[in-house]
């Protein structure tokens, strides 16, 4: 059993403790990029998750800043881009569906919807501000 002093060192790196009310420790990093069963819709997501359609990129998936292309190994420390599709229900009331949030590119699980649409699941709390795009 994890002590309360270890559980509090753990999030606050950011990271789960190994057990999660007795269940084992789970790899999220093996679901990236993994495309949804084109039978099934998402109607929803549980807890404190969003579901963000990543908006920085192009088509070919380039991640473009200020007219540049940002360089593949610089990408992984960068704050990318998401529109908020859907919401769970223990999200606050600071983000809503349509919103454009910032998050770290390290963080949540990336995926690819059946329309070749690039998603992302994250945890609210990793979410850090609601932004709009500049006209």
Same mark, same amino acid.
Request: some cysteine; glycine content about 8%; overall charge neutral.
């Given at each position: 059993?994890? *002590?309360?002093?270890?559980?509090i060192?753990?999030?606050a790196?950011?990271?789960? =403790?190994?057990?999660?009310r007795?269940? =084992?420790?789970?790899?999220?990093?093996?679901? #990236?990029?993994?495309?949804?069963?084109?039978e099934?819709?998402i109607?929803?997501v549980l807890?404190d998750?969003?579901m963000?359609?990543i %908006?920085?990129e192009t &088509?070919d998936? #380039? %991640?473009?800043r200020?007219?540049i292309? %940002? =360089?593949?190994?610089? #990408? *992984? &420390?960068?704050w990318?881009?998401?529109?908020v599709?859907l919401?769970?229900p #223990?999200?606050?009331?600071?983000v809503n569906?349509g919103?454009?949030?910032?998050?770290p590119s390290?963080?949540?699980? =990336?995926?690819i919807?059946?329309?070749?649409?690039?998603?992302?699941f994250?945890?609210e709390?990793?979410?850090?501000? %609601?932004?709009k795009?500049?006209?």
């Open positions: 059993m994890a *002590t309360l002093s270890k559980i060192a753990e999030e790196r950011g990271s789960l =403790p190994q057990e999660n007795g269940l =084992p420790a789970f790899d999220l990093l093996e679901m #990236q990029g993994v495309e949804i069963p084109m099934y819709d109607i929803s807890g998750i969003l963000c359609e %908006v920085d &088509k998936g #380039q %991640v473009m200020n007219g292309i %940002v =360089p593949q190994e610089m #990408q *992984t &420390k960068m990318r881009v998401g529109k599709l919401k769970g #223990q999200c606050s009331e600071h569906a919103d454009y949030i910032m998050y390290d963080k949540g699980i =990336p995926m919807s059946h329309e070749k649409k690039k998603l992302v994250l945890n709390a990793r979410m850090f501000c %609601v932004c795009p500049r006209k």
